[in-house]
């Protein structure tokens, strides 16, 4: 739907600039054969949209985002803490490595 809507009023601005330069417009019975598929879809989904299926889709998407949520920290630590091992890895390296070469004096 929305590449029918975006190739509309493309037509629509090249026929503007068509109409100013005296050039021949786009073909009027090709906007209107895209109006009519743009406003089919539109149709469609808005049934979709209006069905029990969606409705029963978005509250079981609903009780999942819920599930998900849980264990999620309430934002009120502003400072975040590394918990994976690609964010504890690196340092861990890196102190290793600087241990190691305070030896190289000795």
């Known amino acids: 739907m929305r590449d029918l809507d975006v190739l509309i009023e493309v037509s629509r ?4 600039v068509a109409a100013a330069r005296r050039r021949p417009r786009p073909s009027t019975p090709l906007l209107e054969e895209w109006g009519q598929r743009r406003d089919e879809a539109r ?3 808005l049934r979709h949209l209006d069905s029990d299926e ?3 889709f978005t509250t079981r998407y609903h ?10 920290k309430d934002g009120a ?3 975040p803490h590394p918990q994976q091992v690609r964010h504890v890895l690196p ?3 890196w102190d290793h490595y600087g241990r190691v070469r ?4 000795r």
């Open 13 to 16: 601005a090249v026929s503007l």
């Open 43 to 45: 149709h469609g989904l």
């Open 54 to 56: 969606y409705r029963d």
């Open 63 to 72: 009780g999942v985002s819920l599930v998900a949520r849980r264990g999620v």
């Open 77 to 79: 630590d502003s400072m």
């Open 91 to 93: 340092a861990e390296v």
């Open 102 to 105: 305070a030896y190289e004096t």
